[in-house]
């Protein structure tokens, strides 16, 4: 199990410290979310702030390209430290070339599927990715509220990997907390990008033990009947009101 903390919920006031904090916390990666304020309707930090930050920790850099353009930011941000770089599947044609142009950079390889969007989108590149990531919320935001309406995807994208023998990671990003971590997990996800939840706590090292803990638990019992009729529903965009 993958336990990634996600820098967006850092303090960037103190982001060498924080940065720190994870390394000494016992997650595996850190989760960069770099957005462009057009794919997405928010600014983060570009590459500079990565290549700052790249000497403070080994930490697996996973980078989470949310950018209407990540053709132009693919180099500068493998030169920045990225050991994974993440792209959108709404990213549509320009999708193959983006993947194959991150392996020939010598990274690995991300893709990312947005809430509305079907999970079939990402099924041609299956076999070429090193991680599927499942958006748990609409991008853009820390700290927004985990949409349930998702949880199919994970169920599909763990049948698939079953059916095809393929090794992809299944990850989660956004809203991802104690409690729906571990439900995650139940139906297959095995890589927890957490912002919040994890930030949050005053005692980091803790919560990445605490989160590791209930999905490892969670996830020796994974639910994986096989993909039914209306598994790959596009999901409604509201949280579960419950
Ligand atoms: C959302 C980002 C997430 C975000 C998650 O657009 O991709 O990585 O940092 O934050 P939380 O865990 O607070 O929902
Ligand atoms: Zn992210």
């Known amino acids: 199990m993958i336990i990634a903390p996600s820098l967006l919920a850092a303090n960037f006031g103190r982001l060498a410290r924080e940065v720190e904090r994870v390394d000494a916390s016992g997650a595996d990666w850190l989760h960069l979310d770099i957005m462009d ?4 309707p928010n600014i983060s930090f570009g590459p500079a702030v990565v290549r700052t930050v790249r000497p403070l920790t080994r930490l697996f850099f996973d980078v989470h390209l949310m950018c209407s353009k990540p ?26 070339p983006l993947l194959w142009k991150i392996k020939s950079l010598g990274k690995k390889v991300g893709l990312v599927v947005n809430p509305p969007t079907s999970i079939t989108m990402a099924q041609p590149y299956l076999d070429r990715i090193d991680s599927l990531l499942i958006m748990t919320v609409n991008p853009g935001f820390g700290g927004q509220s985990f949409i349930y309406e998702t949880l ?4 599909q994208a763990y049948a698939w990997r079953r059916e095809k023998s393929l090794a992809y ?21 095995d890589a927890f990008i957490s ?8 005692n980091l090292r803790a919560a990445v033990k605490k989160m590791r803990t209930i999905v490892e638990s969670a996830g020796s019992r994974v639910s994986c009947p096989r993909a039914a009729n209306g598994m790959d529903r596009e999901p409604a965009l509201s949280p579960r009101l419950s």
Do not use: S
């Not at 990003?173 to 995650?184: L, N, Q």
């Not at 912002?195 to 706590?201: D, H, K, M, S």
């Open 37 to 40: 304020g057009h794919f997405v």
């Open 71 to 96: 053709e132009i930011l693919l180099e500068p941000f493998a030169q920045a430290g990225a050991n994974q770089i993440n792209i959108h599947v709404e990213l549509g044609e320009a999708v193959t």
């Open 152 to 155: 199919p995807k994970i169920q």
């Open 169 to 189: 990671h299944i990850a989660v990003d956004g809203g991802v907390d104690f409690k729906t971590a571990p439900e995650c997990a139940h139906v297959g996800a």
């Open 195 to 202: 912002g919040t939840a994890l930030f949050g706590r005053p």
